[in-house]
């Protein structure tokens, strides 16, 4: 079995809203070998997003350690966190997250010139990714000249460009029509067979779910079962 590239132990999320109190995670534990396509279950207020936006970076989390290739997240300050994501992660919406201003192939190449990248470099890559994902011919569309399929994509080559070790995926199929996240999720699995990045994915859909290597289910802040769908290759190991 790889090696896991994401490693959390005890990991609590508690918000505090006036004088209430919510522990939205509470006490999480779970390895995700490299190369897993991991899929998170559960019903609306069970942490799902929770879950992803504190193991991402993206959110604090109020106790427990995330390890994510090594390294310790909590140990970083804001500035390297925020390297260490533009550099090592990707992330997809449901709802795109596109900037409406700029054309396709502009919304994919930020990351890279985030990252430092020349303008010239950051453009051929976003464009060679746009490629990749079958919108080479849209590249200077605005969003709102694309349906939500393609602009489905155009987030995919944008997650995708920097060349990340993990992709977070927040109900990446949630605002598509079923026969378009059929092709959305049919272009992730090729990805992940053919660069062996990490995907976790949170769905409601038990479609999309059957279709990764693992299926965790949450329930009130903590994993309550997992299982291997059928056929799937791999799993990793579940603590908590």
């Not at 207020?45 to 350690?65: E, H, M, P, Q, R």
């Not at 994509?153 to 079923?178: F, K, M, Q």
């Not at 053919?194 to 409601?204: D, L």
């Not at 769908?229 to 799993?235: I, K, V």
Request: hydrophobic share 40%; with cysteine.
């Amino acid at each position: 079995m790889p090696e896991p590239i994401i490693q959390v132990q005890g990991l609590v999320k508690t918000y505090h809203t006036g004088e209430v109190e919510v522990q939205a995670l509470r006490g999480l534990s779970i390895d995700v070998p490299t190369g897993e396509m991991l899929a998170i279950m559960g019903p609306s207020g069970c942490g799902k997003t929770t879950f992803l936006n504190c193991v991402s970076g993206i959110d604090d989390a109020t106790d427990g350690t995330i390890l994510i290739e090594g390294t310790d997240l909590n140990s970083l300050n804001d500035d390297r966190k925020t390297e260490y994501r533009a550099k090592r992660m990707g992330f997809i919406f449901q709802f795109y997250n596109l900037l409406p201003v700029l054309s396709a192939v502009e919304n994919v190449e930020l990351p890279l010139l985030v990252s430092g990248t020349s303008p010239g470099e950051a453009r051929r890559r976003a464009q060679a990714m746009l490629d990749r994902v079958g919108l080479g011919a849209w590249a200077g569309h605005k969003p709102a000249q694309l349906s939500g399929g393609q602009r489905q994509r155009v987030t995919i080559a944008r997650a995708l460009v920097n060349d990340p070790a993990i992709i977070w995926a927040d109900e990446p199929t949630g605002d598509l029509d079923s026969h378009t996240a059929d092709e959305i999720m049919s272009l992730m699995q090729q990805l992940n067979r053919e660069q062996h990045q990490t995907f976790v994915i949170v769905t409601h859909d038990p479609g999309i779910a059957e279709r990764c290597h693992r299926i965790v289910h949450m329930r009130d802040g903590l994993i309550e079962s997992e299982e291997v769908p059928a056929g799937a290759a791999g799993a990793g190991a579940v603590r908590g």
